[in-house]
């Protein structure tokens, strides 16, 4: 049997698992520590190539890192049957990014794509194969009677995952991972005032620019310029209007409900997106260093941001 590749967030803080199984049913196939993760994209029996193809999508994916609590132990899958017991993770906006970055990983290595919501969960057992219905009666009067875990984790990188070869010592093996670094850049949310506009954006560069021209004064706009590929409009196309002046090669583009302007097209970068930091959500400016842009003299000195 060919086995089974994934790509994964591992579970590196494990001291909780030994009091979870410690009541297990003796018919569960227990996870160890090793084992542990959340998974992104299940490839399948894809074949090795086509794993590291989506091995490859996986480190270009924009990354970045989370902190969540593992919560209560959950029966996956069919409620009557269920192919694992797994302790659901708590964990604002994983979800959100499995779901957006799954297909990509799935489609390089020619696997099926996963219709269904993200459920963030890390599996600690399975029933055995030849499990019988009082087992799996067992399993999820296990699964009912142990209190939430709270317990905090932090999932900072990524992983290629594939069957090990000694199920003796666990049931996967990690073949690559890399973690959240300078390689791996952060993705923030952000909008504007009333919320009809959403954005997300990959920073690779924390610098924003702090430009005196004479539009960007009365706004107040501080500047971080990205690629076409680091932004996406989420929602409120619709609700954008633009306004231009000068040349009218930059778009400044606002929400026409509350006004406020939080990305637009830039003259100096007509290619790209010009994001206003003081729009990402949370306390992400804080992140940011401020640095001066001279643009009431924009012809002398726009060649320094090129």
Partial sequence: MPPNWFIGLPVTE??????????APAAMRRYRETDLHATVAFLGPCGELKAWDAWEVAKATAFPGF?????????????RRPSAFSLLVDAPKLGDWI??????MLKAADAQLDQRKPLPHVTVARPGRKSNGRALREGLAWAESLEPLDRAIRLDHLALYTWTDDRSRGYFRIVDERRRGPGIAPVYDGGCHCG???FRVTVRDHRALDCNCSVCAKKGLLHLIVDEGAFELVQGQDALSTYTFGTHTAKHLFCSTCGVQAFYRPRSHPDCWDVNPRCLDGDALSRFEVVPFDGANWEQNVDAIR
């Fill in 14 to 23: 494990t001291d909780w698992l030994d009091g979870v199984l410690e009541s």
């Fill in 67 to 79: 902190e969540g609590t593992l919560r209560g132990l959950q029966g996956m899958g069919n409620p």
């Fill in 99 to 104: 779901g957006a970055a799954r297909d990509g």
């Fill in 196 to 198: 009809a506009v959403r």
